[in-house]
């Protein structure tokens, strides 16, 4: 592999614990361990994730019309990006991480995924017919032929991408060999939603296509992420290859967005489930540095938000858990 010496730790994650597939995710998990020794450690910051994307133009236009399963869809097009091998160091990141190069763009999207979770997605956007991009449920007799030039036929309650005339892409599996990155794209229209972990979960499992991105989907991905992964990933695909951006950001929101969680718990009930006093201001900490949202102090009732990347969290149960796995 012509690797140079790295240092690789290996994360096994339970089937619940979607957020720890990510280095975003392993580092929350050792912010809080820090905190429960009494360090303090700085989760990694995106400055330049948090200026909007904009250019002249009119880039794609994506329109949801399948709002149950896609709650949130965001995008953004460059032009005159050159395609080429990424760079020996990223191309040796990605392999450290199991991930075989392919071209700087589809590269820098698995790079992306990596760091934060969220899966992204990126499509020729000149091979796209009407410059626009649907998220719909698949027509019955519709077919799509995927990057593994596999033909499969689409079942109604599989979850599309598709341009004026066809499918282009199955959501959140699978990208289509039609509108796939090549040496000649130069157009990119990049692609980073939430949708509907059952969706995901059926699609995956009626066409035996199992990926890096259904694996996160269909566990719940942070819909609040989205712009975040898409600003992140534009600009290294800028820096990378070149180009610029055709028109502004898309950031659609729909009623299929799940709906901010609150869960209740009092300090004796964590103390009942530990068998062992835990201190309220440390358990304070550890919610506080895994993400949890809410006034904890001097209070022995506390009601707490789930952060989105958290969808297996939803009673005080699971809370406790939470405290438990970091105070050890």
Not at 122 to 140: E, I, M, P, Q, T
Not at 267 to 295: C, K, W
Request: charged residues 25%; aromatic residues 6%; negative net charge.
């Amino acid at each position: 592999l012509n690797l140079s010496s790295d240092h690789i730790l290996t994360v096994n994650i339970t089937p619940n614990r979607v957020d720890g597939a990510s280095h975003l995710g392993a580092c929350r998990d050792l912010v809080a361990k820090a905190a429960s020794r009494g360090e303090s450690w700085a989760m990694p910051e995106f400055p330049r994730a948090f200026l909007p994307l904009s250019g002249n133009g009119r880039g794609i236009q994506p329109q949801v019309e399948d709002e149950a399963g896609c709650g949130r869809y965001s995008g953004i097009t460059l032009k005159g990006v050159q395609v080429k091998d990424s760079a020996p160091a990223m191309a040796d990141r990605l392999k450290a991480l199991g991930v075989k190069p392919q071209n700087n763009v589809v590269d820098i999207t698995n790079y992306v995924m990596l760091m934060l979770g969220l899966p992204l997605h990126a499509f020729d956007a000149d091979c796209l017919k009407g410059n626009a991009l649907v998220v719909r449920a698949a027509k019955s007799g519709e077919t799509l032929t995927t990057l593994d030039e596999v033909e499969r036929e689409l079942h109604p309650d599989d979850l599309v991408i598709a341009d004026q005339h066809k499918p282009v892409c199955l959501a959140g599996v699978f990208g289509g060999k039609s509108s796939g990155i090549t040496g000649k794209t130069s157009k990119i229209f990049i692609e980073a939603a939430w949708f509907d972990p059952a969706r995901i979960r059926g699609s995956a499992k009626r066409h035996g296509l199992h990926t890096d991105a259904s694996f996160r989907f269909e566990r719940g991905c942070d819909p609040g992420i989205t712009l975040t992964a898409l600003r992140v990933a534009a600009r290294l695909i800028m820096e990378a290859g070149g180009g610029e951006i055709e028109g502004d950001e898309i950031d659609i929101t729909t009623k299929g967005l799940p709906a901010p969680r609150f869960v209740d718990v009092e300090q004796h009930y964590l103390n009942r489930m530990a068998g062992v006093e835990i201190p309220q201001n440390e358990a304070a900490e550890i919610l506080t540095a895994l993400g949890f949202e809410g006034a904890m102090e001097r209070h022995t009732s506390w009601r707490l938000k789930v952060p989105g990347f958290r969808p297996d969290v939803s009673r005080p149960a699971d809370l406790a858990e939470e405290v438990l796995r970091i105070f050890g």
